[in-house]
C-alpha cells in the first residue's frame, strides 16, 4: 500500500493546487512522494519518482506565473534544491 501511495501523492498534489486559490499552495505536499518511495522502493524507482515529483513542481509554479506563494522566486529555487537531493539520496541506497 506504501509502495502506492507515493505516485498517488503526485498528482493528488497537483489536484488539490489546481482547485485552490494561489494564496493556498499545495505543491510543497511534493516532497512526500520521494521520502515515501525512498521508503518503499528501488534506488532507480525513488529516483523516478523524485524527478517526477521536481517535475510537477516546476510545472505548478510556471502555471502560476512564477508566483506558486508570495515567495514564488524562493520556491522555485527550492524545487531546484530538490534536484540536488536525488543523487544523493540514489547513492545512499545503494
Known sequence: MVRLASPALIP?????????????????FLVGPPALAA???????TCTIGMAALATDIALIADKGGQSSPGGALDAARAGMRLSHVPTTVINRL
Open 12 to 28: 493528488a498534489a497537483v489536484i488539490v493546487d489546481l482547485f485552490n486559490p494561489e494564496s493556498w499552495p499545495f505543491n510543497r
Open 39 to 45: 521508503a518503499s522502493w528501488s534506488p532507480a524507482g
